[in-house]
């Protein structure tokens, strides 16, 4: 069966820092991968996604940025994080050809 | 471009009463509708889909019906339980370059008390 995994689940970083958040998937091939964030109290914003190794989507211009190295690893970063960052982030997958998706735990990203 | 629009919150029910969360859309396509639920600190589970008009989606006692002529996917229950206590999203999928885009509703977030 398919699974998906993102870590850290929590993590706490100052303003400046850098950030990388990991997602893999497993028990699937070329899948369509996604990066959400939910702000506290807010709906689900689409920050990127991935058709294939190598190919990011962004949707909207910030500080973060995607990377695709393998197949089924997708990674979330930044060079220096902002308090704005502040949020949960969700990875999810896709290979229906309905486009249901399937979420990660979610990583927890505090600035101060 | 596509958007997605659902009632405020949250809603407070008493258990076995009947739920109604709005849902209407916009879309220049023919996009694929899901419910999404978010229980306390995880991440979201798929709860229904509907994939074309008059399509009915059903899970858990929770039902949707995919309404082209009014664009709306509204989500219902006939009786709601205390551990139907959550964050309901309501969702659109439509397919883009290469694969699936899916925009998100703000969230409605259920209180059930018993």
Same mark, same amino acid.
């Given at each position: 069966?398919?699974?998906?995994?993102?870590?850290?689940?929590?993590?706490?970083?100052?303003?400046?820092?850098?950030?990388?958040?990991?997602?893999?998937?497993?028990?699937?091939?070329?899948?369509?991968?996604?990066?959400? %964030? $939910?702000?506290?109290?807010?709906?689900?914003? +689409? &920050?990127?996604?991935?058709? /294939?190794?190598?190919?990011?989507?962004?949707? *909207?211009?910030?500080?973060?940025?995607?990377?695709?190295?393998?197949? %089924? $690893?997708?990674?979330?970063?930044?060079?220096? +994080? &902002?308090?704005?960052?502040? /949020?949960?982030?969700?990875?999810?997958?896709? *290979?229906?050809?309905?486009?249901?998706?399937?979420?990660?735990?979610?990583?927890?990203?505090?600035?101060? | 471009?596509?958007?997605?629009?659902?009632?405020?919150?949250?809603?407070?029910?008493?258990?076995?009463?009947?739920?109604?969360?709005?849902?209407?859309?916009?879309?220049?396509?023919?996009?694929?509708?899901?419910?999404?639920?978010?229980?306390?600190?995880?991440?979201?589970?798929?709860?229904?889909?509907?994939?074309?008009?008059?399509?009915?989606?059903?899970?858990?006692?929770?039902?949707?019906?995919?309404?082209?002529?009014?664009?709306?996917?509204?989500?219902?229950?006939?009786?709601?339980?205390?551990?139907?206590?959550?964050?309901?999203?309501?969702?659109?999928?439509?397919?883009?370059?290469?694969?699936?885009?899916?925009?998100?509703?703000?969230?409605?977030?259920?209180?059930?008390?018993?």
């Amino acid at each position: 069966s398919q699974t998906i995994h993102q870590w850290p689940a929590t993590l706490v970083q100052p303003v400046g820092s850098p950030l990388s958040l990991e997602c893999t998937v497993e028990g699937t091939s070329n899948p369509n991968l996604y990066w959400y %964030r $939910q702000a506290a109290g807010r709906g689900l914003q +689409l &920050l990127f996604y991935s058709v /294939g190794i190598g190919q990011i989507s962004s949707e *909207v211009p910030q500080n973060l940025s995607a990377s695709r190295p393998q197949d %089924r $690893q997708f990674i979330l970063s930044s060079k220096k +994080l &902002l308090l704005s960052d502040s /949020g949960f982030y969700l990875c999810a997958w896709s *290979v229906t050809p309905t486009g249901e998706l399937f979420f990660g735990e979610g990583s927890r990203l505090t600035v101060l | 471009g596509n958007s997605v629009t659902q009632m405020e919150g949250p809603v407070t029910l008493s258990e076995e009463a009947f739920l109604t969360i709005n849902c209407t859309y916009t879309a220049t396509g023919y996009p694929s509708l899901f419910w999404y639920v978010q229980y306390p600190g995880e991440g979201l589970q798929l709860l229904l889909k509907a994939t074309k008009a008059d399509d009915k989606g059903s899970n858990k006692g929770f039902e949707a019906t995919y309404r082209k002529e009014t664009t709306s996917f509204h989500l219902e229950k006939g009786s709601v339980q205390v551990s139907d206590s959550a964050v309901y999203f309501c969702a659109l999928s439509d397919r883009n370059t290469g694969g699936f885009k899916t925009i998100f509703g703000a969230g409605t977030r259920l209180f059930v008390k018993a």
